[in-house]
């Protein structure tokens, strides 16, 4: 049975990283075709900062004139469906009744989808990262640089390259 192991590319070439992934390329029989699915593992200290992100996001919404009491939990999910990162399916008859959804009315349930190592890969948790940013950035942020927050939401979407730092926005041309 096959399992996945881990590869450098050097040039046109794939090479494993570990013995295990060595003897596992041995075992594949010559000139027979194989069907390669590369990913690229997670960033743990990119995880780390997304989450850091969201909490910042979180108190500095909570600072501001909404009641809801926002967590960095409920602002994930809130923003794999703003990205479009959902599971959808069709509302049941008791969800439509439930809801007074017309009839014939389109109504559609979105889950947001999982955002565990196991389930996004690194290339797509760095897309659904920088639609994150792109999302507070242009939707949120009026809502939340009043905080006392903003400096450190601030400082990441800087270092992210989602907005203009004051240095540039004085020394770069308009």
């Known amino acids: 049975m096959a399992y996945a192991f881990f590869v450098h590319r050097f040039d046109h070439m794939l090479v494993p990283?570990?013995?295990?992934?060595?003897?596992?390329?041995?075992?594949?029989?010559?000139?027979?075709?194989?069907?390669?699915?590369?990913?690229?593992p997670r960033n743990g200290k990119q995880h780390r900062l997304?989450?850091?992100?969201?909490?910042?996001?979180?108190?500095?919404?909570?600072d501001g004139p909404t009641s809801a009491e926002w967590?960095?939990?409920?602002?994930?999910?809130?923003?794999?469906?703003?990205?479009?990162?959902?599971?959808?399916?069709?509302?049941?008859?008791s969800e439509r009744a439930r809801h007074n959804i017309p009839e014939g009315a389109i109504a559609i349930v979105a889950r947001p989808v999982s955002i565990s190592f196991a389930s996004m890969d690194g290339d797509e948790f760095?897309?659904?990262?920088?639609?994150?940013?792109?999302?507070?950035?242009?939707?949120?942020?009026?809502?939340?640089e009043a905080s006392d927050h903003w400096p450190e939401i601030e400082k990441i979407l800087v270092a992210s390259h989602m907005l203009r730092g004051k240095e540039d926005a004085v020394t770069s041309p308009a």
């Open 17 to 40: 990283s570990s013995k295990a992934g060595q003897l596992a390329i041995e075992k594949l029989k010559f000139g027979a075709l194989y069907k390669i699915e590369p990913t690229r």
């Open 71 to 93: 967590t960095a939990e409920n602002i994930k999910d809130d923003l794999l469906v703003a990205t479009g990162r959902t599971r959808n399916r069709n509302m049941t008859r």
């Open 50 to 62: 997304f989450w850091a992100f969201l909490t910042y996001v979180a108190k500095a919404l909570n």
């Open 126 to 144: 760095s897309a659904f990262m920088d639609d994150t940013m792109t999302y507070v950035r242009d939707h949120l942020v009026p809502w939340i």
